[in-house]
């Protein structure tokens, strides 16, 4: 298994509060994403970072913003959580971008907005 | 833009039988592609890719996949079905330049005893 922790792993939270979700890494590897799973519609980029302090939106970015202050590590933040940020949140690493490069996922963090 | 389908929803086999999970895709210039398994509760599981050269990729617990550039597709494969083999399956396609994966909306195999 790659090197990736998420935590938390499950957190049930209410509506209208800030939530951070962290991604430690221990395989030094540049780049790092965060997905959304939601059914019907498979794994869906949230942000990603191609190095230190360096991050770029993907598809689904309205509402989230993220941090990478030290190559190991990558938050994801929810400002203000709503329902529809409900979902399996999954964090990723590769160690270079484009091709053939492998992305290797962590096991998921389970959010739940109520 | 890239893209990648996956159509059918679920697959069910009988344990013994062959197994085929279709993908098909959409990228400009050479496609990159993939196949990740998600067991419950679990994150994605890389199974194998294709970069280039053969166009049958083998890759883990049996897997393989045969990527045909005429019919834009890259399907999974598998000779014999375990029912330890069901799981969430996921087709990914990049291309070149691209940086993160593009993933299809996933296929649930169901294998029977």
């Known amino acids: 298994d790659a090197g990736i922790t998420q935590s938390p792993r499950h957190k049930v939270t209410e509506t209208g509060t800030p939530v951070t979700l962290r991604c430690h890494q221990t395989?030094?590897?540049?780049?790092m994403y965060w997905y959304r799973q939601d059914p019907g519609h498979g794994l869906r980029l949230i942000h990603y970072?191609?190095?230190?302090?360096?991050?770029d939106k993907g598809e689904v970015s309205d509402g989230y913003s993220v941090s990478r202050s030290k190559t190991e590590d990558f938050l994801l933040t929810l400002e203000s959580a709503t329902s529809s940020q409900t979902s399996v949140y999954f964090c990723?690493?590769?160690?270079?971008?484009?091709?053939?490069?492998?992305?290797?996922f962590g096991e998921g963090s389970w959010l739940t907005v109520v | 833009a890239q893209s990648v389908a996956q159509p059918e929803d679920q697959v069910n086999v009988a344990e013994g039988n062959p197994l085929t999970v279709k993908c098909t895709y959409s990228v400009s210039g050479n496609p990159y592609l993939f196949w990740y398994v998600q067991y419950p509760n679990r994150g994605l599981q890389f199974l194998l890719k294709?970069?280039?050269?053969?166009?049958l990729v083998k890759g883990s617990y049996g897997f393989e996949a045969e990527f045909n550039k005429s019919q834009t597709s890259f399907h999974l494969k598998k000779p014999s079905a375990l029912v330890s083999d069901s799981a969430l399956y996921f087709c990914?396609?990049?291309?070149?330049?691209?940086?993160?994966?593009?993933f299809g909306k996933g296929t649930t195999l169901s294998v029977s005893s």
């Open positions: 395989e030094n590897h540049r780049y």
């Open positions: 990914a396609v990049r291309d070149q330049a691209g940086t993160a994966l593009i």
């Open positions: 970072s191609y190095g230190v302090k360096d991050t």
């Open positions: 990723a690493i590769s160690e270079s971008q484009g091709g053939g490069n492998t992305i290797y």
């Open positions: 294709y970069i280039t050269g053969d166009n």
